[in-house]
């Protein structure tokens, strides 16, 4: 049967069309077989109708054939129901759609879990190999908008500050943050390798010597690190940078960011302003530098309890014995700590300007001021036992570049993954990412890592050396 063309209705604004015709695109969600009437309920990104096929054999002859997760395109007219039959708070409970065409844009097999279950307590390798069906989930589609509005609303905030959004490489040289690096090898040169950022630390630092003054980046940031609930090897942030300002302005800057988006979202924030809390007055009551002060109350409102950590000490003791960074080395120490970093002494007792921001027991973000003078992290990287030579080799790009006049400067990054879980609730970084990792770290949908073609490794001047634990 040809249909006659008419623009597609979303099936959310299906409400707003009563009396009239209407084409909807969407899927099967279920249908029932009632022999002489078919109900099925059609689902589109917008919302879910409940449809019922009556009276034209031709229409019910094919709505019979329906099953869940086949793609159609209908047309019917939207009925108002009967007073009785009115669901009370459900998008399209006031209507029903009288279908009075259905054409079949593709068929579905019977998907391997059901859509409409939301996936609580499914199999997560299943889920994961067969993302894209778990994504059409209430539940993960939900999430997704939630992580798109939150990102939009942030930027938005930022760019109508008079930031610029300036992108950095991913092939790069390591970012220390205190993980291991990914590394990809270079086929124009056999046996170096690039790191892949573990931050762009470095880039947004040298934007800001390069007079931008104000930066953002919604940023992938990658680490080889030992997978857990809220840590994946992606993550995205919300990374930004500051020039001419002070701790606390940055701090100001991001906690009328994160209030006005997540009100606008409709979330309640417990405390405003965030209070702030030192290091050491967090471990002494919390024993940990990230806590939750939400009552239980708290918790089943969904309230969002945000709080700032401040003067963390600089540094700490490696298992070796050595010293190294707590957060990030370009940091610049508080400023009656400068003396004895350049000095090298008192080191246990050097504060740094770090800034950590917390929310629900999380760590939601971090930044410091950073050291603008090159001594100052040329000083750093000497507490750390680096020789001048090290020193040269690991940061020498940016003594360099610091140099000629870079201004005072600070920033922070904001995880996008940690912040979208306690705005939805979800326990799991992995349900807050389109396609994660699973716990073993092998991609979703795809067979990653995998092993590389012979040729390819050539290419690379690689060879791989049998390991201990390789089978046969
Ligand atoms: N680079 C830091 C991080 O990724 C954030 C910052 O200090 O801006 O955690």
């Not at 040329?378 to 030579?389: C, F, I």
Request: charged residues 30%.
């Amino acid at each position: 049967m040809q249909m006659k063309f008419m623009e597609r209705t979303l099936i959310g604004d299906l409400s707003s069309k009563k009396g009239e015709e209407v084409q909807i695109k969407g899927w099967i969600s279920v249908s029932r077989d009632q022999s002489k009437m078919v109900f099925c309920d059609v689902r589109d990104r917008s919302g879910k109708v409940q449809g019922v096929v009556f009276g034209k054999p031709e229409v019910l002859e094919i709505a019979k054939t329906l099953k869940s997760e086949y793609v159609v395109s209908m047309t019917g007219m939207v009925n108002t129901r009967p007073e009785k039959a009115i669901k009370e708070g459900v998008v399209n409970g006031d209507i029903e759609l009288e279908i009075t065409g259905i054409t079949i844009l593709n068929a579905a097999e019977t998907p391997p879990f059901d859509i409409m279950e939301n996936s609580y307590g499914k199999d997560e390798e299943v889920r994961l190999k067969h993302r894209s069906l778990d994504l059409r989930t209430e539940r993960m589609q939900r999430n997704m908008k939630i992580r798109s509005q939150f990102v939009k609303k942030c930027r938005d905030f930022l760019m109508n500050r008079d930031f610029t959004e300036i992108e950095t490489p991913l092939l790069t040289e390591s970012t220390p943050e205190g993980s291991r690096d990914f590394v990809v090898p270079s086929r124009h040169n056999p046996g170096k390798f690039y790191a892949l950022p573990q931050s762009p630390q470095q880039y947004k630092q040298l934007l800001m010597n390069a007079g931008f003054e104000r930066y953002v980046q919604i940023a992938r940031a990658i680490r080889d690190e030992d997978l857990r609930a809220d840590r994946g090897y992606e993550h995205t942030q919300i990374d930004v940078e500051m020039s001419f300002v002070e701790r606390d302005e940055v701090m100001a800057i991001i906690e009328e960011m994160i209030i006005s988006t997540v009100e606008e979202m409709g979330y309640e924030v417990k405390q405003k302003p965030f209070p702030k809390v030192t290091y050491a007055e967090s471990m002494k009551k919390y024993g940990a530098d990230k806590f939750d002060m939400r009552t239980q109350e708290d918790k089943e409102n969904g309230i969002l309890a945000y709080a700032w950590v401040i003067d963390f000490p600089f540094f700490e003791k490696t298992d070796k014995g050595d010293w190294t960074f707590t957060h990030n080395p370009f940091s610049m120490p508080k400023a009656e700590f400068i003396d004895d970093v350049l000095k090298g002494e008192n080191i246990e007792n050097i504060l740094t300007t770090q800034y950590d921001l917390v929310c629900n027991g999380f760590e939601a973000g971090g930044g410091s001021i950073r050291a603008h003078k090159p001594e100052i992290i040329r000083a750093v990287y000497k507490v750390m036992g680096n020789t001048d030579e090290e020193i040269e080799d690991k940061v020498g790009h940016m003594l360099e570049a610091f140099k000629y006049g870079t201004p005072p400067h600070g920033g922070i990054a904001l995880g996008v993954e940690r912040n979208v879980m306690n705005l939805t609730g979800e326990e799991s970084l992995r349900e807050v990412q389109a396609f994660p990792m699973t716990r073993k770290g092998q991609t979703s949908v795809m067979n990653a890592p995998k092993a590389l073609a012979p040729e390819q490794l050539v290419e690379l001047g690689l060879s791989i050396k049998k390991l201990d634990n390789d089978k046969d």
